[in-house]
DNA sequence: GAATCTCATTAAACTGGTTTAATAAAAGTG
DNA sequence: CACTTTTATTAAACCAGTTTAATGAGATTC
């Protein structure tokens, strides 16, 4: 018989918010109360164009694209895996309607909080507020990185590098999204990968 | 004779970050004497590759660019124009070197806080913990829109678009830096807008 | 005010993408 | 298993950009 160290979903979340800064663990299991499961199927979405987004949320395991329709063709921003944090912030922020689509590429487990209790858990606790700040300047630098990569890397190298980066993607993610994300068409980016091959 | 209502810099930065969110006095007072004024000419940098960078900046007038050379070729990823907070982010938070330059492309005051007195502020302040995490949360949306643009529009309407939203860039900054921010070259802008131009 | 620099435009040849459409292969589904 | 749906590849025609190099037009400097 094995023995088996669990983690449950929630432990993640709360070794996520430690990883950031310190919380009393009062203060830290109230915050967590917050948060509720959900068990996304493939396919189901958070956020359609249109929906208000009043949630702040984290990924335990799986997989969520963000993507909007530019004259019906998909366009794909980011994909969230495993213990991250992420909304269409955005809409969250100006409590405006999305112009974006939060949808799960595979079976996926979020955790949700809402937009009110999450602002209250900042006002409360000067250590929740810091790890409010300290993530988002992460997910700003992240943000950034992309952009960096947008603007300076060729298709070539942007593959390439992505290919190194988030090799998982490439299992858990059909081919025409990551075009998507690396700003190329379905076709373009098989030609692209044929060119590679050859050399 | 006129009477002038004259805002000095600090100023302007007082009500900058009054902007985000309520702060106590006496509180905003010490905060803003831990800012430095720096009166940079046309071309002086902040920051080079290799540098440390250990500041927080925060333009009050004129224009800083942001970028890094490929291979010899500029790469501008953003202006940064009156009354924004601005640093090379990723180096300021891991203290590691910096790949870019912080230039000014015009006569421009700059007010600096020392990265160890902006952290000491937010421990100390709750109020000043929340106006890091807004102020980190506005960048955060700003590169957002950044992405957005890069990724989804074409070059043409990414042109149009800033012709719209920041025309004083086209007065202030030569045209390359912007051919380069849109991801151009300045033969490529040339042709696009001479393209325009006709129809 | 002549000489020098800096910046924008144009031309010509080239290229890595695009679109559209057909085909092939793989993955669900009853 | 056969059927349908989804995804990836290929081909062909096209185009918006690239590079390189020459020219032009404004600023700057002495």
Known sequence: MKTVV???PLENLKEK???Y???DDEVLKEQLQSYQKLNLKKGDTLVIPGQLVQH???VVTGCIYYYKLDEGAQNVLE???DDVFFTDLPAYVKETP????LKASEDTIVYAIKKTDAENSFKKSHQLERFGRLSMQEAFIKSFTRIERLNSRTNE???LRLLKKRPDLFQRVPQYLIASYL????VGLSKLRKRLGKS
């Open 98 to 101: 999305s112009n974006y689509y």
């Open 79 to 81: 994909f969230y895996t």
């Open 21 to 23: 800064t310190l919380v």
């Open 56 to 58: 702040f949320y984290y």
């Open 6 to 8: 669990h983690t449950t």
């Open 157 to 159: 190298e942007r593959y």
């Open 183 to 186: 700003g190329l068409t379905p």
């Open 17 to 19: 918010i430690l990883s």
